[in-house]
């Protein structure tokens, strides 16, 4: 009964309700531990990952848009949004955006990786995203937390209710180690229903892995679902 009553008011809301179906927020980490050329390969790797035909296709598989904004981020202060929320309700605002991230530079590059403090951020720009059926934060990193808060904090404290946050692991420092990467954000970086990880295989693998996830976001069964198990974020 919760579940049909809340399908029912999702699609009684008047359409100027919901200008869109996803906000999705991108978070690329530019700590220390990324050198420039790795931040090279993760900033062309989202632009081409965003404009590869497969997540061209996701993006345009339902008649409601997605609203895009990219940011980065690293030590507690320091964090800086590559791509304001943009509609993409055409294939040109795809294309302007992935443009926008590829000749964007990275702001910050001697900081640690204050995640709590970047999850709090993300929440922020999200509060001033579109009115969209579906938030989805994506945290791209290459390594665990290690300045000021942990995740389960910001989740405590910011407005993540009915947010999903995905991780993209990118086992590319080796004194973190694959498995204690992969169980740091299995445990502690995932969050909201249905919230899943992909794992890049260095920075070089990022364009991969980003168009990996992007497709499973985007595409509607994954993200828009009103029959899916609701609310326990």
């Given amino acids: 009964m919760v579940r049909a009553a809340a399908i029912w008011l999702l699609l009684a809301l008047p359409v100027e309700a919901a200008q869109c179906r996803l906000a999705l927020l991108l978070a690329l980490d530019v700590s220390s531990s990324v ?7 993760q900033r062309g790797g989202t632009a081409s990952a965003l404009i590869a035909p497969e997540v061209t296709e996701a993006f345009f598989a339902s008649d ?15 964090q ?19 443009e926008v991230v590829a000749a964007s530079q990275r702001s910050h590059n001697e900081f640690p990786t204050a995640m709590g403090y970047a999850l709090g951020y ?14 989805t934060l994506d945290m791209a990193g290459d390594g665990q937390n290690n300045e000021g808060f942990p995740p389960a904090a910001a989740y405590r404290e ?21 498995l204690g990467l992969i169980a740091f954000y299995q445990r502690e970086v995932l969050h909201g229903p249905g919230a899943f990880l992909v ?16 497709v499973r976001e985007l595409s509607p069964a994954a993200i828009g679902g009103l029959l899916r198990t609701e609310g326990n974020g």
């Fill in 35 to 41: 050198d420039a050329r790795e931040d090279q390969l």
């Fill in 80 to 98: 800086a949004v590559v791509l304001d929320w943009t509609m993409i309700d055409s294939p040109a605002a795809l294309t302007g955006a992935a």
């Fill in 64 to 78: 409601l848009p997605v609203a895009l904004a990219v940011y980065e981020w690293s030590g507690r202060y320091n």
């Fill in 122 to 135: 993300g929440a922020g720009l999200l509060e001033r995203a579109p009115a969209c059926l579906d938030k």
């Fill in 158 to 178: 910011f407005a993540f209710d009915g947010v999903t946050v995905n991780g993209l692991a990118v086992n590319a420092a080796d004194f973190e180690g694959e």
């Fill in 199 to 214: 794992v890049a295989d260095g920075f070089e693998d990022f364009t991969r892995a980003m168009r990996q996830k992007l």
